[in-house]
Nanobody
Framework: VQLVESGGGLVQPGGSLRLSCAASGITFSMSTMGWYRQDPGKQRELVATITSGGRTNYADLVKGRFTISRGNAKNTVWLQMNNLKPEDTAVYFC??????WGRGTQVTVSS
């Protein structure tokens, strides 16, 4: 199984980014997918998840600002992040079925 994240970068507060995670080596459509994030020195925390049926769950800190979605035909999950805040700065990781992890993509929110 391989998960490859992309779309991170530097953005100003209030800006937007869209992260992508492409999966291979597994039946993607049957799996719950998730995005997590981690700051140096802190524990990895849940950002959002989406089930195979499209049910979503968000951390309170990102509700109303972030949207997780999936495209089973493309084996891809996305995280649309709007109204970004400096405290959203972290490495964002893609997770598949609570088992496999990508290497992460850095998101930095700074003026």
């Amino acid at each position: 199984v391989q998960l490859v994240e992309s779309g991170g970068g530097l953005v100003q507060p209030g800006g937007s980014l869209r992260l992508s995670c492409a999966a291979s080596g597994i039946t993607f459509s049957m799996s719950t997918m998730g995005w997590y994030r981690q700051d140096p020195g802190k524990q990895r925390e849940l950002v959002a998840t989406i089930t195979s049926g499209g049910r979503t769950n968000y951390a309170d800190l990102v509700k109303g600002r972030f949207t997780i979605s999936r495209g089973n035909a493309k084996n891809t999950v996305w995280l649309q992040m709007n109204n970004l805040k400096p405290e959203d700065t972290a490495v964002y990781f893609c997770n598949l079925a609570d088992t496999w992890w990508g290497r992460g993509t850095q998101v930095t929110v700074s003026s």
